[in-house]
């Protein structure tokens, strides 16, 4: 009995050391993680099914002939299926860090696969590792879990001389060691090289920032500083405690022969005697060597730093509130971003003066999440808003669309449409608020009062009030069908003796029927606008419908005002009917929820555009035939922007499978395969 | 975003998706016994007008710039002044219809060789590589008529290289030449043309797709009564 206790709490110990989710093995500092979990993945394909399948069955193929293998399986690569694998980053002044994680099943497996004629990898332990050919990343795997590093070290870091003569590292600047004696040499000789030519690594003002940067800081949560201060002398041992990236302690550079470069002044001598061709080879030569030297310390921290999320422990992103939050058990694959406050900030410097308008500021972590199932494919996003911001979008989506616009949508033939609402006047109101949170800091901070000035003056100017009469905010825009109309062109027939003669043919044209309406409580500007042009012989009037005259369209637009809502067209019978009452309204339940509950909401109904378009206008029958084929095989597609919710907005993108298919990924196999036919 | 922007969208979603089009080019050629001629050449994009106006509206279309009416004027204008200053060209006349898309080229030569190397000069002209793979000859004594044409082999390599919706532009298109001579035509080698009742003019007509493929060859020789 004791046997079978120990046995069983031996195989549940076992059984929980596999099952742990790597996620643990993500720093609570990461900025970017991206997750695919296995589990729901291989859920909707069995492992098999994917090894039959035709993308499968070329990626298989495609792995054994580069790697000069036999795969008959995926689960030959000793990869656990069955579990997340993760992609995440980490940012610093000094590096960046990419890294995936992948579960090992069998990692005997995992070596075989690595392993080849030219490809060795180095084993402690359990510990193997394998440094890629061109020594930009690294692999490194145990029995559990394989970690894959790539490193790419900031130009800016070593362009601080204090920093990069530390690591025996030199700026190599042509302006600096070369430039002057190539200009005392022959002017020419510089045209030869313009500077824009060598000073592609010096243009970094502004320092990248560091990931500690949060916009609220969270409670109770742990920091890890990703800036290289730890002073403690580090190895590549295993450590019990996690440390930050080693970069302020690493002494194998020490190693690398530093070499003497010639200061301006020799530069300056030598290139007296030499041509300026000679300088500038000689700084391409210095610069490259630099570079070897740069590439071999980022290995150098690559290595430790992969061993150090092999074997230590850490505070993980599971700390992280903004990152669990946002995970969904359901979800295939999914994105989360620190904060794109942070991520705009890291890019900024980059666009040079523009980079300090913070146009992302008081936004915070983003998320999207990809779910498939037996009828949708869906991406769901979440943006988070810092609290002023939040506020500021609660008010200005505190508003329904006109629902005496859904009289006008006809589900069974409507192509498409998308309709939206805001409050004008909430808008109107907030928007200074957000310019001068955008482009306050772009402007410097001692224009605080010109900016507040300027607020003062736009709510001063305009009449929110008066504004949001005119334009309430909300607006529709369907496509309810296809039309034909008859138009007349230019054609040549020739006598029995080839004698050309200009006729005029007609041909019959498949048109859209568009229809687009916004509500206005106060249509007094539009009739205005609509006299003018009727004096001005650009509008004419037919009752209470006007049609605009515009000489180069190629579609007649019509303008109706009725019930306080403002109607455009190219259909003179639709708003014809609008006008008379006779309107069919015919709006299914779902269409109904899709544009009522939501701010924003868009629909493409690619099935009732099927045979439509007559085949000569699409190119001919064949083509036709293809693209009748594909919408076909179109579901729904639909957009929604979903309500505000604590501090996060969010949106949905889905699109239907069509029927006899299982489930989404399998739909997505099949379309792949009919498109590589 | 101002109401123009919004109008121009609006067409873009309605119209530009199905954006083949029906063109046709007309070359037509006079040739008189001593040799002289005129030619007229036509390009009419009229039954395409609504699709044409549309895409007119636009700055660019699938990543094309879309050129103004008053920069295909210009063109116009330039290769007419080329013409002018050709040897053997004269009496060079253009016209174009901007309601209904229709250009034409038209001028006399003193010898059918005059042609030869003005299309070539001004596609150079417009900085576009062609080789020049098309010639025009008339032999007053034997009294025949050669036009030659080699398939351009690049511009079925060019046009495989378009993307389908690009390549839709071509569907349809048509190229229409047409012979007028003042003696009898005796024979016209290419199978694909037609001799009119009269015996005086040969009429090939082609899809331009053909000719991009080089399933048609437009080469002719035209024997007239001596």
Known sequence: MKKILIAISFFLTFKGAIAQDLVKKIPSNAFTVATIKGDNLFKLMFVKDFDESFLGKKFLTGASKSLDKNFNSIEDFGINLDKSMYYFNQLNDSITYHHFLIPIKDANKFDELIKSKETRFTK??????????????????????????????????????????????????????????????DSTAVATYPDTTYSEDVTYPVAPPKVKKKIAPKKGKKKVAAKPKAAAKKTVKKKKQYTPPPIADVEAVDAVDVVDMPTTTDAA?????????????????????????????????????????????????EKNKSYTESLDNAAIASLW?????????????????????????GYGSLNAKLFMDKSSFRISTGLELAKEQAEAYKKIMNKKINKNFLKYVNSEKAIGFMGYSIDTK??????????????????????????????????????????????????????NGLNSKEVTYTSYDYDEDYNRKEVTKTKKETLPDFLFMFSSEDTRLFNKLINYGINKKLVSVDQNI??????????????????????????????????????????????????????????????????????????????????????????????????????????????????????????????IENAAK | MKLKEFYRLLLFIILVPALSSCFQVIEELTLHNDGTGEVILTINLSQSKTKVQSVMLLDSINGYKVPSKQKIQQELNEAVAYLRKSEGISNVKSTSDFNNYIATISFSFKDV????????????????????????????????????????????????????????????????????????????????????????????????????NGKINVSNQIQLSK
């Open chain 1, 124 to 185: 402690k332990g359990d510990v193997r590792t394998y440094i890629l050919p061109d020594s930009s990343g690294i692999l490194m795997w145990n029995n559990t879990m394989l970690c894959g590093v790539n490193g790419s070290i900031k130009s800016s870091f070593f362009a601080d001389s204090a920093k990069s003569a530390k690591y025996g590292i030199k700026d190599i600047r042509y302006q600096n060691n070369y430039d002057e004696a190539a200009v005392a040499v």
């Open chain 2, 113 to 212: 060789s005059n042609i030869n190397n003005i299309t070539k000069n001004i596609l150079a002209q417009q900085k576009i590589k062609a080789p020049n793979t098309s010639s025009y000859n008339f032999n007053k004594t034997t009294k025949l008529f050669s036009r030659k044409y080699q398939p351009v082999g690049t511009a079925k390599t060019e046009y495989n290289k378009l993307k389908s919706k690009d390549k839709a532009v071509f569907n349809g298109a048509t190229y229409t030449s047409i012979y007028r001579f003042e003696s009898p035509v005796t024979n016209s080698s290419n199978p694909a043309s037609n001799v009119s009742k009269s015996g005086k003019a040969v009429m090939l007509k082609s899809s331009i797709l053909d000719l991009i």
């Open chain 1, 269 to 317: 001598v030598e290139a007296v005697a030499a041509p300026a061709d000679d300088a500038y080879d000689e700084y391409q030569q210095a610069r490259a060597e630099q570079e070897g030297k740069k590439k071999k310390l980022a290995l150098e921290w690559i290595l430790i730093h992969a061993d150090q999320i092999l074997s230590t422990e850490y505070p993980s992103i």
């Open chain 1, 337 to 361: 971003v620190s904060s794109l406050q942070d991520v705009y900030g890291s890019v900024a410097p980059e666009f040079g003066t523009y980079g300090k308008a913070n146009i992302m500021k």
């Open chain 1, 426 to 479: 909430a808008y109107l109101e907030e928007f200074p608020k957000f310019m001068k949170q955008a482009y306050g800091s772009f402007l410097g901070s001692n224009m605080e009062q010109e900016i507040e000035i300027g607020s003062d003056l736009f709510s001063l100017i305009l009449d929110e009030e008066a504004v949001s009469k005119v334009v309430k905010g909300d607006a529709l825009f369907v496509i």
């Open chain 1, 546 to 671: 006007y049609k605009i005259a515009a000489k180069q369209s190629p579609i007649d637009i019509y303008l109706m005002i009725k019930d306080g809502i403002v109607f455009f067209g190219n259909s003179l019978t639709e708003i014809q009917s609008i006008s008379n009452n006779s309107y069919r309204t015919n709006i299914s339940k779902a269409h109904k929820n899709l544009l009522a509950k939501n701010n924003f909401s868009f629909l493409f109904n690619a099935k009732n555009l099927v045979g439509k378009v007559p085949d000569e206008e699409i190119g001919g029958k064949e083509t036709a035939a293809k693209f009748n084929e594909t919408l076909g095989k179109m579901g729904n597609i639909y957009m929604k922007s979903n309500p505000i919710k604590g501090n996060i907005v969010s949106a949905d993108i889905s699109a239907e499978i069509p029927n006899g298919h299982e489930n989404a990924l399998k739909y997505l196999f099949s379309l």
